[in-house]
């Protein structure tokens, strides 16, 4: 197929650049591509290609103008391309196979078709895998993805209600499995309850977190589907009855022991009947020894390659003031390479919010990724949130402007103060932003929508005033957006 790619006089160059070879390009008479209409495109055409022979014209991704009539006279189909020159190198590989929009810009458009066609393959694969153990409809073990297991801290201590929401919402953000965490001062009856609980929310296997013999017996009586964890103290008490329940059992190296105990525990559970173990080496904290603890993991999983392996992350996200999403994203890569089959995490603290989540999307990309034989990059599906993986074009500072500065006065708007506040929907990122004035209340999702209300409804009288609730606005979004705090006036 033969690709023309239209752009103004600014853009030349990096359309040049990012097309290389695989396109023509035509510069039309405008400065900035996105003004370019259709006359000016066919006078364009006229000048520079009086032989005309394309099959296909990308204009820019932000061109409003209608182009039916220049696609009827030139016989040749015209589609937005990107919205960002640089995403042409991208966009044009597709063109010999893909219909373009003349509506949507490209970019977004392959976009949306990439991570569809990533998440139909992470399906394939996974529906063609062949685990070493099933729990409930979940594959563990052998090629199949990595699940991750989500712990409700203090389950058997939370009220019915709060229990029912947290499960919920660990649902909504991907978890593949429910831990129902036990406390330290948890009764036998405080399991049962939980375990009906959770049942009553979700179908996904549900496993039981605690060394107590009694509180796992009677999680085992309701119907556990895992059990969390067995070492030297419990195995010969517990061992009867998860041999006949022939439930799966998570097995733990003695406390600061290592991998021989893990082993020696593995053999013990074994010769007392129990045939379905998972196999937890210990992820250890960072300043904790780490590096030694991947290690060992590596090394169990070439000894014992059909064993599951439990890899623990929250030990790591937990204790590192860092955002915890590139310390999911490169874990998850480290699972991957030492045999992992479980990633855990409690998304316990405020800093590690969103970690079901991005551990879900990572080991979706490590799928990908092993199946592609490359790093996990240009995937479809990312861990993008903050930083930009490629920088739009910025401005060049011209030679003569007017510096900025504050008002030195500030009047109160005869239409009155309006207050803003969010409230999360409570499941991961987005919500609802409240604009609230004395004679109404405006709730919307968008700092636009809410804007636009303000101003139908007379709310705002002063530029100063609607100009602060504009950027007040955009902060509550952004919070929303990324699953932050909002507190008007402060700094995001």
């Known amino acids: 197929m033969k690709v023309l790619v239209a752009t103004g006089r600014l853009a030349?160059?990096?359309?040049?650049?990012?097309?290389?070879?695989?396109?023509?390009?035509i510069v039309v008479d405008t400065e900035i591509a996105a003004f370019i209409t259709p006359r000016k495109l066919m006078d364009a055409i006229k000048r520079q290609f009086?032989?005309?022979?394309?099959?296909?014209?990308?204009?820019?991704?932000?061109?409003?103008?209608?182009?039916?009539?220049?696609?009827?006279?030139?016989a040749c189909k015209i589609r937005l391309g990107p919205k960002h020159a640089y995403d042409l190198s991208f966009v044009i590989p597709f063109a010999d196979n893909m219909e373009f929009s003349s509506t949507v810009a490209a970019c977004e458009l392959l976009s949306d078709v990439r991570r569809e066609l990533a998440l139909e393959k992470i399906s394939e694969l996974?529906?063609?895998?062949?685990?070493t153990m099933q729990l409930g409809g979940i594959k563990l073990g052998g090629n199949t993805r990595m699940k991750v297991l989500a712990e409700v801290v203090d389950a058997t201590g939370l009220d019915s209600d709060s229990l029912t929401k947290r499960i919920s919402t660990f649902i909504h953000k991907g978890a593949d499995m429910i831990d129902l965490g036990a406390s330290l001062h948890a009764e036998p009856e405080d399991v049962e309850r939980a375990i009906g609980v959770a049942r009553s929310v979700t179908s996904t296997p549900l496993s039981i977190d605690t060394l107590d013999p009694l509180l796992i017996e009677r999680a085992l009586e309701t119907g556990i589907d895992l059990v969390l964890s067995l070492d030297s103290n419990n195995i010969d008490i517990l061992a009867p009855r998860i041999a006949e329940a022939d439930v799966p059992a998570v097995v733990i190296p003695d406390s600061g022991k290592g991998m021989e105990s893990l082993v020696a525990n593995i053999e013990h559970a074994r010769s007392l009947g129990i045939r379905k173990i998972i196999a937890d080496p210990v992820l250890?904290?960072?300043?904790?020894?780490?590096?030694?603890?991947?290690?060992?993991?590596?090394?169990?999983?070439?000894?014992?390659?059909?064993?599951?392996?439990?890899?623990?992350?929250?030990?790591?996200?937990?204790?590192?003031?860092?955002?915890?999403?590139?310390?999911?994203?490169?874990?998850?890569?480290?699972?991957?390479?030492?045999?992992?089959?479980?990633?855990?995490?409690?998304?316990?603290?405020?800093?590690?919010?969103?970690?079901?989540?991005?551990?879900?999307?990572?080991?979706?990309?490590?799928?990908?990724?092993?199946?592609?034989?490359?790093?996990?990059?240009?995937?479809?599906?990312?861990?993008?949130?903050?930083?930009?993986?490629?920088r739009r074009t910025d401005a060049v500072m011209p030679?003569?402007?007017?510096?900025?500065?504050?008002?030195?006065?500030?009047?109160?708007?005869?239409?009155?103060?309006?207050?803003?506040?969010?409230?999360?929907?409570?499941?991961?990122?987005?919500?609802?932003?409240?604009?609230?004035?004395?004679?109404?209340?405006?709730?919307?999702?968008?700092?636009?929508?809410?804007?636009?209300?303000?101003?139908?409804?007379?709310?705002?009288?002063?530029?100063?005033?609607?100009?602060?609730?504009?950027?007040?606005?955009?902060?509550?979004?952004?919070?929303?957006?990324?699953?932050?705090?909002y507190s008007q006036d402060d700094v995001f």
């Not at 394309?54 to 409003?64: A, M, N, W």
């Not at 996974?126 to 685990?131: G, K, L, R, T």
């Open 12 to 25: 030349e160059q990096t359309v040049r650049d990012s097309i290389g070879d695989s396109a023509d390009v």
């Open 50 to 74: 009086p032989s005309f022979d394309y099959d296909l014209i990308f204009i820019p991704g932000l061109v409003s103008s209608n182009f039916s009539r220049a696609e009827e006279e030139l």
């Open 126 to 131: 996974e529906d063609n895998s062949i685990p």
């Open 284 to 390: 250890d904290p960072i300043g904790h020894g780490i590096a030694v603890s991947i290690v060992r993991y590596r090394e169990f999983h070439e000894r014992f390659p059909d064993i599951p392996v439990f890899f623990g992350i929250g030990n790591v996200t937990e204790l590192i003031d860092a955002d915890c999403t590139g310390v999911n994203a490169t874990l998850c890569g480290i699972g991957a390479d030492v045999g992992a089959s479980i990633l855990f995490t409690p998304e316990y603290s405020n800093k590690t919010q969103g970690s079901i989540n991005e551990l879900k999307r990572a080991s979706q990309m490590m799928v990908l990724s092993k199946e592609r034989n490359s790093s996990p990059k240009d995937l479809g599906i990312d861990l993008m949130e903050i930083k930009e993986k490629r």
């Open 399 to 485: 030679e003569s402007f007017t510096e900025a500065r504050d008002s030195k006065m500030w009047k109160l708007d005869p239409s009155g103060c309006i207050r803003i506040n969010i409230v999360p929907d409570g499941s991961g990122p987005g919500g609802y932003i409240l604009a609230e004035h004395e004679n109404a209340t405006i709730v919307g999702s968008s700092a636009g929508e809410i804007m636009d209300t303000i101003i139908e409804m007379g709310l705002v009288s002063r530029l100063e005033h609607a100009g602060y609730l504009g950027s007040e606005l955009k902060k509550a979004e952004i919070a929303l957006k990324f699953n932050r705090s």
